[in-house]
């Protein structure tokens, strides 16, 4: 759930900063205060597309910030661990706007792509009321609900692994067929490449060793002189040799250890010095013993590299790739030589997996019916209170066209709506307001209480177009949401607003030439003198008091 949301200089905020608390929380103030400048904020870190016009006048940029409290087991907890960006049950999303950069998004003190925060956002939040971010008009949600409603997740994520199974075997199904219409030429390619490659007989590791083999080969003459000179210079030259000058050095050093047991330690280092300098030399000689130059080796090598790099060449890869590509081509063609049983066995299996999908779907498909039924009728007896009379709710399950099948059954899902009594159900996008979505909405949430997949529903005028006993019944099952989710509501209603366990005023001021707006957590007197003010308009008599005395007692009874 939500847990606090911090903002600065944006749109007409300076900085304001709200703890919020479980259950259900109102936000009210006069007409033009900025109460919906919360939620704009707070469907910016969301993600929605940032403007710097959103930025506070004479200011570089503007920061919103939210905190959510996330369950080990909720869908946004497995999406930040899929993520890499879970953090101990503490979720914190950021989102910078500035007048010249493009906007930043941080989640968890992460800076991540703002569709990241989009992604997380549909996990953690959902606005009902004229605003983008708002699931219900999606078919997808849609048929999320109505599966959620009637306790199909888990059948449909089985059905979704049948189908990706039924798609990869087609693929491997079309391929092979596809080979069958030059079956003969492929295999006679194929058995060329392939005996080719087994002639090569490439080993691993070889390449290295050809190339090093080649490289001394090739240059045997120049090691041979070199090692030679290099041989004298170390221990064969009576005089200039570097083991008899240390020998000379060695011995005159020792004939004056006599004088200065200090210069003992020096000498032993000398004298090991020596001795590996005459382990150097024997093992020079050593080599030019075991050197052999042999010219027709030489030329077998370089003819062995050059025809690795040939068939390298004519395959475009890498010759260390060659014994790789000799696997795959002799995979290929063991499947073409016998492409009749492979057919046969991938018809057989995708038999078996279309079975097991077919029986799935249709199971579903009959639940998805009985629940559409149920819910249309709980939904619809929930917008006649909700000052919807006459209006009706109906769930739309269409089945596919013949033959064809989807990753989530057999049908599509789609609610429709009528708003009045007499006229034809209808799209919910194309018939709905603002206020009837809203309501409607509201109705869903209602009847899926117990089943809702978002922690955090946010209602911005859900009572548009309502009043009286109607408002007093939204504020009454706003409240009863409230119990199992955190519900935010903006409300211009007293009835709606005296059903909150939390009541923030949204307030507008002037300080010079500038307008900020400010959010305030009212006490029970501030709430008593707020439903007053929402009553009885700027007179408050004590007669309205005394009506929002009433209307709170009667709201927390």
């Known amino acids: 759930m939500l847990t606090q949301l911090y903002v600065r200089d944006f749109a007409i905020v300076r900085e304001l900063s709200l703890a ?15 109460k919906s400048i919360l939620i704009d904020a707070l469907a910016l870190v969301l993600g929605e597309r940032a403007d710097s016009q959103v930025i506070r006048h004479g200011c570089a940029r503007a920061e919103v910030s939210a905190g959510f409290a996330v369950k080990p087991a909720s869908s946004a907890a497995k999406w930040l661990k899929e993520n890499d960006l879970f953090d101990d049950q503490e979720c914190v999303l950021r989102r910078v706007v500035e007048t010249d950069k493009p906007s930043r998004g941080f989640i968890n003190g992460r800076p991540v792509p703002v569709q990241m925060l989009r992604e997380l956002g549909e996990h953690l939040v959902d606005i009902h009321g004229q605003h983008e971010h708002q699931s219900l008009l999606r078919r997808d949600a849609q048929r999320e609900i109505l599966d959620d409603y009637a306790g199909l997740e888990d059948d449909v994520r089985v059905l979704a692994g049948h189908y990706r199974d039924m798609e990869t075997l087609r693929e491997r199904l079309t391929t092979l067929k596809q080979r069958t219409a030059d079956r003969e030429a492929r295999v006679e390619w194929l058995t060329h490449q392939v005996r080719e490659l087994e002639a090569l007989a490439l080993a691993t590791g070889e390449i290295p060793a050809l190339e090093e083999e080649h490289a001394r080969l090739a240059n045997g003459a120049e090691l041979i002189e070199g090692v030679q000179s290099l041989a004298q210079a170390v221990t064969e030259d009576e005089e200039t040799a570097v083991a008899r000058q240390l020998a000379r050095a060695v011995s005159r050093l020792e004939s004056l250890v006599k004088y200065d047991h200090k210069l003992g330690e020096i000498a032993a280092l000398l004298n090991e010095a020596s001795i590996q300098i005459d382990e150097a030399g024997g093992r020079l000689n050593h080599y030019l013993e075991s050197l052999e130059l042999d010219p027709s080796r030489l030329q077998a090598v370089e003819r062995r590299l050059s025809t690795v790099h040939d068939l390298a060449r004519k395959h475009k890869v890498k010759p260390e790739e060659l014994p790789a590509v000799h696997a795959r081509l002799r995979t290929e063609l063991n499947e073409i030589e016998n492409l009749d049983t492979s057919l046969t066995k991938l018809e057989e299996d995708l038999g078996k997996v279309n079975t097991l999908y077919l029986k799935a779907a249709k199971e579903i498909t009959r639940a998805r019916q009985n629940a559409a039924k149920k819910l249309a009728k709980a939904v619809t007896g929930e917008m006649q209170e909700l000052g919807m009379p006459g209006g009706s709710f109906e769930v739309s399950v269409t089945p596919l ?3 064809e099948t989807g990753a989530h059954g057999l049908e599509r899902i789609e609610f429709l709506v009528s708003a009045n009594p007499g006229q034809p159900a209808r ?20 009847v899926l209480a117990g089943t809702g997949r978002i922690p955090t529903l946010i209602f911005d005028e859900v009572d548009v177009g309502i009043g009286g006993r109607v408002a007093e019944v939204v504020g009454r099952k706003l409240r009863a949401l409230g119990e199992s989710r955190q519900v935010l509501c903006i409300t211009h209603l ?12 949204i307030r507008k001021q002037t300080e010079g030439k500038d307008t900020v707006a400010e959010a305030i957590p009212l006490t029970e007197r501030e709430r008593t003198m707020e439903i007053a003010r929402m009553i009885g308009g700027v007179e ?8 929002a005395k009433d209307m709170l007692e009667r709201a927390s009874a």
């Open 540 to 547: 408050i008599s004590k007669q309205t008091l005394a009506h």
């Open 427 to 446: 799209p919910l996008a194309k018939v709905a307001s603002g206020g009837e979505l809203s309501r409607i909405s509201l109705a869903l949430q209602v």
């Open 401 to 403: 066209p013949e033959g």
């Open 494 to 505: 007293a009835q709606v607003a005296a059903q909150g366990a939390q009541h923030v005023q």
């Open 20 to 34: 919020y608390e479980s259950g259900f929380t109102v936000l009210t103030g006069e007409t033009g205060a900025g």
